[in-house]
């Protein structure tokens, strides 16, 4: 298979982390970095021999490499709008980072456009590519535990992550949408209504969110985030996914990712699902997306996940934000585009395929 020729937008922690997984990849090729901080711009661009661009110039970019197919937006989560559109307008494959946008008018925007321009909108709904939850959301496919009852998610990072994204964008949109997605992946079934309380704990107003989610289908989600786990505990997340249905449980539980190691009086806990570098190449979780992207444009693989996914996404994470501003029960208007993506995604999923090289 030809390399697909893939742009970088955002030359971030992300950024960083795509640009290798490209550059080592024999099914794509990285062909420009475009990022508004120009000295992480150039820098990542020189290390891997490519044109590189300033500001916001994705357009510039795009029309200097006619043979750029695809791009990935990394910027941060407050700045996917304009570079995906971009993207879009010019005809490219986009895979956007999450949260697709932090408006539902604004992802649905991204959607439609996508749609004219007939190619390919994914969004890094990364939990769909660990094994682990991938294995939950079998379970629950297959009937093993029956019908779904009851959800619950926990994501909390350790409070160094969250310095980055601090008071620049809501909590509700930074974690958990990919909860969020995993929900509607398992239930089948959009949200209908959606309750959510919040504590500050003296960094801002919503530090400590739980939300309440009511599905189509009679399930009833919780979803707990915060901006950060004390860092005392020594570990980058705490984690928990747990589906309770009529006849079983499926749970994931990855604090520690199935790692410790204990040296000099206290805990590393290596990273072993992410983006682990196992014989001097990234493995895990996110180049599993990265060429599964690659099979979507160049096989015509069935997306597991779409723009339609992260739109979903997106509206409740906005149903969310807003129960937490009016402390009220928000009513969804129309779980139609959640219902037929994600059943469409259940469809696709038995037959999907995930490959390296």
Not at 38 to 67: C, F, K
Not at 88 to 99: F, M, T
Not at 115 to 144: E, K, Y
Not at 283 to 312: K, Q, S, Y
């Amino acid at each position: 298979m030809k390399p697909l020729a893939v742009a970088l937008v955002g030359p971030g922690r992300m950024g960083h982390l795509y640009a290798r997984l490209l550059a080592e990849s024999a099914l794509t090729r990285l062909v420009g970095v475009c990022g508004c901080r120009e000295t992480s711009a150039r820098t990542l661009a020189e290390q891997y021999g490519v044109p590189w661009y300033a500001g916001s110039n994705v357009q510039i970019m795009l029309a200097d490499h006619p043979t750029i197919e695809a791009v990935v937006v990394a910027t941060s989560e407050w700045a996917h709008v304009e570079p995906v559109l971009a993207a879009l307008d010019a005809g490219k494959h986009v895979l956007a980072e999450k949260p697709l946008a932090l408006s539902p008018g604004e992802a649905t925007v991204m959607v439609q456009r996508a749609r004219t321009a007939g190619v390919h909108l994914m969004v890094c709904h990364s939990l769909r590519f660990d094994p682990r939850f991938a294995a939950v959301r079998q379970a629950v496919a297959s009937g093993a535990i029956g019908e779904v009852l009851h959800l619950y998610a926990r994501r909390n990072p350790a409070q160094a992550a969250a310095e980055r994204v601090l008071g620049r964008f809501p909590l509700a949109y930074w974690l958990m949408p990919h909860d969020i997605d995993m929900m509607l992946w398992c239930t089948g079934s959009p949200v209908t209504k959606v309750m959510a309380y919040s504590r500050s704990g003296g960094r801002e107003r919503n530090d400590f969110i739980i939300a309440v989610l009511t599905f189509a289908n009679g399930a009833i989600g919780v979803i707990e985030s915060s901006w950060g786990t004390p860092e005392q505990s020594g570990r980058p997340l705490s984690e928990q996914f747990t589906v309770r249905g009529i006849a079983g449980m499926a749970e994931v539980l990855g604090n520690d990712q199935g790692v410790a190691i204990y040296h000099g009086g206290a805990a590393d806990y290596p990273d072993t699902g992410y983006a682990p570098v196992i014989h001097e190449q990234l493995d895990g979780i996110f180049r599993r997306l990265l060429m599964h992207f690659a099979g979507v444009v160049r096989n015509r693989w069935p997306p597991i996940v779409t723009g339609e996914d992260g739109c979903a996404a997106v509206e409740v994470a906005a149903a969310i934000d807003r129960s937490l501003a009016e402390g009220c029960e928000i009513s969804l208007p129309d779980g139609s585009d959640q219902q037929t993506e994600n059943s469409g995604s259940q469809r696709t999923q038995r037959g999907h395929r995930v490959h390296g090289e």
